[in-house]
């Protein structure tokens, strides 16, 4: 059984901090996704890496792929209240399945 | 015009009783499937159907039976529903493995 390991569970920030969230597992992964979701709302794919190594940027954030293809990071600098929300990251395994991490609960205060 | 559609987004029912969800995608995806995220925000996947055929189905009580009428349309029905039941429910859609989209989702109460 595929697992992802997300960490932290809960991170509350002063806007303006950075911060990281991990996600770590002992199985590769043919690609990661992160998702962002709101209260009330599901998910919303904010990029899939694909590539070992893989790093993408997204305005404030930057997203990571080991070379391993079994972790993942997603950085974001400089926080903002905008930001608050649950992000997820998953990993695509056998056909079409994805395996989620548990999450992590952000909160920016301003 | 949204995306991915659930109805209804809240429900609220008794133990035992009989219930479904509903999922229409307009994106002309092939492949559709239904989460469960429970209180925690963990997000796991219960089934997934590509051009009406069931293709993931993970260890799901069968008292939860997934149709699929058209490959737009996904419906879930949960029997003899269950306090444990009660989470949220969100259906999605992809072409292929592609990106998946989802939709608002369920929120299903058990009382």
């Known amino acids: 059984t595929q697992l992802l390991e997300q960490s932290p569970q809960f991170l509350s920030i002063q806007e303006g901090e950075n911060l990281t969230v991990y996600c770590n597992s002992s199985?590769?992964?043919?690609?990661l996704q992160w998702y962002r979701q709101e209260p009330g709302e599901g998910p919303v794919l904010l990029v899939t890496?694909?590539?070992?190594?893989e790093v993408k940027k997204l305005k404030r954030l930057t997203f990571q792929f080991g070379d391993a293809r079994k972790d993942s990071s997603l950085h974001i600098t400089a926080a903002q209240p905008g930001d608050t929300g649950l992000y997820l990251c998953?990993?695509?395994?056998?056909?079409?399945?994805?395996?989620f991490g548990a999450g992590t609960i952000l909160r920016v205060k301003s | 015009d949204t995306a991915v559609s659930q109805t209804p987004k809240y429900l609220v029912t008794q133990m035992g009783n009989d219930k479904s969800i509903k999922c229409e995608q307009n994106?002309?995806?092939?492949?559709m499937y239904w989460y469960k995220q429970d209180s925690k925000k963990f997000l796991k996947i219960m089934f997934s159907?590509?051009?009406?055929?069931?293709?993931i189905n993970e260890t799901v009580p069968n008292r939860f039976s997934p149709k699929s009428p058209d490959k737009a349309h996904l419906n879930l029905h949960i029997n003899s529903l269950e306090l444990g039941d009660s989470a949220v429910y969100f259906c999605?859609?992809?072409?292929?493995?592609?990106?998946?989209?989802f939709g608002p989702g369920t929120r299903l109460l058990v009382l």
């Open positions: 994106l002309g995806h092939d492949t």
């Open positions: 999605a859609s992809s072409q292929g493995s592609a990106t998946q989209y």
């Open positions: 159907y590509n051009n009406k055929e069931l293709i």
């Open positions: 199985s590769v992964f043919s690609s």
């Open positions: 890496v694909v590539t070992g190594g």
């Open positions: 998953a990993g695509a395994g056998n056909g079409n399945k994805l395996v």
